[in-house]
């Protein structure tokens, strides 16, 4: 990650000036720029890129969940025809962004290690669940930029998922994106190795999903620089968000526990693990799933320390 300008100092002024020169034009351009520095400064770009570095597939570890969530996102979009990108035509000679099953899966992945970031540890089975069952892909491809404070239900039906596989990127809106994700990640990374490239790779997977959802709300058959300017604004909105409170939380059913005093507090309806700080007795706490926390609540005794819900 860079930390400070160095050598690459000069190539990097005038990569930004050429990309300046040809989209300052562009409502939108010069605040998309300011959301992504406010992202440098607050070091939320190199937290998220940790995350990406030490990410290990929940489903992939020696005890990986006894059960995998079915997203109803995924479902819709195989029963919409939305296939894998080895059964699209000319999939690898195309020079335009597709929208594929493997698109939409992005979406959650991404999502599960943003979610990781905000609660600061790997994620267990309990956050899988209450992460795949939420609304939040919904919110988050249906209302765009303003995801975290739409209020209903934002069930996205099958004609969606036709719109979202008919539109198509005009060449201007193609060329922007491409110039601007390239300055982007080129300010971000001096050296794109595999972790840099996956990162890259993910989020501009996120974009292109997410200007394809901004030409459909729009009811647009075309992509237009509009549209990737808003995929921008959003992505950069999400990423600033604190997802905690916008998972299913009913899927949390097991215990909290002090690391200090060995105090268990089963969780309640409507209470998850990041809705509390610490034990009264100043100590950290930690989650125990359901599965786990059986056992050691029969070997451990239940004390009069109480656990306090975060401010």
Not at 15 to 28: K, P, R, T, V, W
Not at 129 to 156: C, T, Y
Not at 242 to 247: A, G, S, W
């Amino acid at each position: 990650m860079v930390g400070e300008y160095n050598n690459r100092e000069q190539d990097l002024k005038t990569i930004y000036q050429e990309f300046i020169n040809e989209f300052n034009h562009i409502f939108g351009v010069m605040g998309i720029l300011k959301q992504f520095i406010y992202l440098w400064d607050e070091n939320i770009w190199e937290s998220l890129f940790n995350v990406y570095v030490k990410w290990k597939n929940p489903f992939n570890i020696p005890d990986p969940p006894s059960t995998i969530p079915v997203s109803l996102l995924l479902a819709q979009a195989i029963r919409n025809g939305i296939q894998p990108r080895e059964l699209i035509d000319d999939y690898q000679d195309s020079n335009v962004y597709l929208v594929d099953y493997e698109t939409f899966h992005n979406l959650h992945i991404f999502l599960e290690k943003l979610y990781s970031l905000h609660l600061g540890r790997e994620l267990v089975e309990d956050d899988l669940w209450a992460l795949h069952k939420s609304d939040l892909p919904e919110r988050v491809l249906g209302g765009l930029e303003v995801f975290d404070i739409f209020k209903g239900n934002l069930f996205l039906g099958d004609d969606f998922f036709q719109q979202i596989k008919s539109v198509i990127w005009d060449e201007e809106a193609l060329i922007f994106c491409k110039k601007l994700q390239n300055l982007l990640m080129t300010f971000l990374f001096e050296n794109k190795n595999g972790n840099e490239t996956i990162f890259s790779q993910e989020l501009e997977k996120v974009v292109v999903l997410l200007a394809h959802c901004s030409a459909v709300s729009s009811d647009s058959q075309y992509i237009i620089i509009g549209n990737v300017v808003r995929a921008y604004n959003a992505l950069f909105k999400i990423i600033n968000t604190d997802i905690t409170h916008l998972v299913n939380k009913k899927y949390y059913t097991g215990f909290l526990i002090c690391k200090d005093c060995n105090e268990f507090y089963p969780l309640l309806e409507n209470e998850s693990p990041h809705d509390f700080s610490h034990c009264s007795c100043g100590g950290g706490l930690e989650y125990l799933s359901s599965e786990n926390s059986n056992n050691s609540n029969n070997s451990n005794n239940s004390n009069n320390n109480q656990i306090f819900k975060g401010d």
